[in-house]
């Protein structure tokens, strides 16, 4: 079993910073992938960035060029720090992980940006 907390959203000014962490628990051994979704209201869970592979990084073409996934000094950490955020950012913003054949989530956290 894989827990995973995330941290980090709240409100912001349009054009402002906020980074998010996702910490993993448990079987964490096990997660050979991990990422960013977010779902707006009205609106289809997307990826946002993840981690292919452990290392290489890929983002959604509306988040390109914003929005960094990094990942701690030790492995199962991973950061996503979003830069010019926009009000059409606004969304839960869910850390996933895969593993061993199993998906898992995190509870989300709530990010908005006010215009």
């Known amino acids: 079993q894989v827990q995973l907390v995330e941290s980090g959203g709240g409100l912001v000014q349009a054009g402002g910073s906020l980074r998010l962490s996702c910490a993993a628990s448990?079987?964490?051994?096990?997660?050979?992938?991990m990422g960013w979704y977010r779902q707006a209201p009205g609106k289809q869970r997307e990826l946002v960035a993840g981690?292919?592979?452990?290392?290489?990084?890929n983002y959604a073409d509306s988040v390109k060029g914003r929005f960094t996934i990094s990942r701690d000094n030790a492995k199962y950490t991973v950061y996503l720090q979003m830069n010019s955020l926009k009000p059409e950012d606004t969304a839960v913003y869910y850390c996933?992980?895969?593993?061993?054949?199993?998906?898992?989530w995190g509870k989300g956290t709530l990010v908005t940006v006010s215009s």
């Open positions: 996933a992980a895969d593993g061993n054949g199993m998906h898992y």
């Open positions: 981690i292919i592979n452990g290392i290489i990084p």
């Open positions: 448990g079987t964490t051994f096990s997660i050979n992938a």
